[in-house]
């Protein structure tokens, strides 16, 4: 089992950027594929960003594709989330989110979630 603490959300204008951090527990955070979504009020839980085991492969939504990148440090437990040039549209709760199985961009796949840290961008 693994806990998951988002942190690094704030207000930042729009254009400006932002780094998340996931902080994971336990001593095996190199054996979970990692995510990011994200939701805004109202609407689903949309993916933005996966990771494999190891780092080697990422995929992002078409949406934050060539903004956000995704990381992650498996000797200090945790994934990143750098975003770049941030739009009003990007505002929403970010959740990162773990399983053992296999990167996905479904959210029903994941088995472990934070408790999300808020990210809104002003026009």
């Known amino acids: 089992q693994v806990q998951l603490v988002e942190s690094g959300g704030g207000v930042v204008q729009a254009g400006g950027s932002l780094r998340l951090s996931c902080a994971a527990s336990?001593?095996?955070?190199?054996?979970?594929?990692m995510a990011w979504f994200r939701q805004a009020p109202g609407k689903e839980r949309d993916f933005v960003a996966c990771i494999g085991r190891y780092g080697a492969r990422t995929y992002y939504a078409d949406s934050v594709k060539g903004r956000f990148t995704i990381s992650r440090d498996n000797a200090k437990n945790t994934v990143y989330l750098q975003m770049n040039s941030l739009k009003p549209e990007d505002t929403a709760v970010y959740y990162c989110?773990?399983?053992?199985?296999?990167?996905?961009?479904?959210?029903?796949?994941?088995?472990?979630w934070g408790q999300g840290t808020q990210v809104t961008v002003s026009s």
């Open positions: 336990g001593r095996t955070f190199s054996s979970y594929f």
């Open positions: 989110a773990a399983t053992p199985q296999y990167s996905s961009s479904n959210y029903y796949d994941y088995d472990y």
